[in-house]
């Protein structure tokens, strides 16, 4: 009974979080390798561009709840996601029509995007906390859980309990219709497939008759999408600050450089990784020993490696290890 209450406590602290976070960390991962592979340079605005999204999502999602409209058990933010994406797919091509047109045109090295995509990102960061405020916003509603720990303690007879909360379990199975769409996007239809000959090779793609402004256009309505959601998914499971989102901005690169820049499957896989190594390298596992070790071995402090307010350094040093010894990550991505 005591290794199924330590397996229960892991699952519930590490496990359970861990997915879901990995499952936005993906989502938002997936959008930074397909400007990288399409457009050719890395968006440092992809973190207030999530931002972005999910606070016309709030905006939305109040306005709805004013109004008594809601989604019954499930967030009412779900039915004001289609206008949060649709807000930011605007924003997102209004933002290439007046700034990195001009520099496509002008055939700019990838380092002049870099740099011009870190201006954008203090005006985006700016215009949200000019509109939303800097403080945190709760938006979440409808059931808190799918199983409380309560629930699972009476149902199992456990000393543990394990609590799934309804925005982790919609994390999941979102990210997870998401990726299905995204690959049956990029692999089945020809938008898809002149966005992947572009990637490959521009100047044959060019000769092959696709049109540029065309594929360049489709690539930041997909990578709005899968931003604006990444951004809900994460505001509903934890909470929503515009500052949090422009520091997810370090373990989302982590992850696509990690799983190997470029490709949609590292992306994927890196998500998980850093979401794991971060949750279980600031977990406290005092509760999980104490059921596991010995009664004169058990231990008196967290048994904490790091603290939680240093889970991005998890993220850094990661990416520091990759960036030094396998460039390419764990998909041979391109090189940074």
């Not at 207030?48 to 933010?77: E, H, K, N, R, Y």
Request: charged fraction near 15%.
């Amino acid at each position: 009974m005591d290794f199924l209450n330590a397996l229960v406590a892991l699952t519930n602290f590490v496990g359970v979080p861990a997915i879901a976070y990995g499952s936005q960390l993906a989502l938002g991962a997936l959008g930074v390798t397909l400007i990288y592979s399409v457009l050719r340079f890395s968006n440092f605005a992809h973190g207030d561009t999530m931002a972005f999204g999910t606070m016309i999502t709030i905006l939305v999602t109040w306005w709805f709840q004013s109004m008594g409209i809601s989604f019954g058990p499930l967030p009412t933010a779900l039915l004001a996601l289609p206008i949060g994406i649709a807000g930011c797919m605007l924003l997102m091509l209004i933002t290439d029509r007046t700034v990195y047109r001009f520099y496509r045109a002008q055939k700019a090295k990838p380092v002049i995007f870099v740099m011009v995509s870190l201006g954008v990102m203090f005006m985006m960061n700016g215009l949200v906390r000019f509109i939303i405020g800097p403080g945190d916003q709760r938006f979440s509603d409808g059931e808190r859980f799918i199983i409380s720990a309560q629930d699972f303690k009476a149902l199992t007879g456990l000393r543990e309990g394990l609590a799934i909360k309804t925005t982790q379990g919609i994390t999941v199975i979102t990210a997870v219709v998401v990726v299905a769409l995204l690959f049956w996007f990029l692999n089945k239809t020809r938008t898809g497939k002149s966005m992947r000959a572009y990637s490959d090779n521009e100047d044959l793609a060019l000769l092959s008759g696709i049109n540029p402004e065309r594929v360049v256009m489709y690539t930041w309505l997909t990578v709005a999408t899968l931003a604006t959601i990444a951004g809900v998914l994460y505001g509903l499971d934890k909470s929503f600050k515009p500052f949090t989102y422009f520091q997810l901005l370090l373990p989302i690169f982590a992850a696509a450089i990690v799983g190997g820049l470029g490709s949609p499957v590292g992306a994927i896989a890196g998500g998980f990784i850093i979401a794991f190594s971060e949750v279980t390298i600031t977990y406290a596992w005092k509760k999980v020993l104490t059921y596991v070790v010995p009664e004169t071995m058990k231990p008196d402090g967290l048994v904490q490696l790091l603290s939680t307010d240093y889970k991005f350094a998890v993220s850094f040093a990661i990416l520091v290890v990759v960036l030094l010894f396998k460039p390419t990550g764990l998909f041979k991505g391109k090189v940074v």
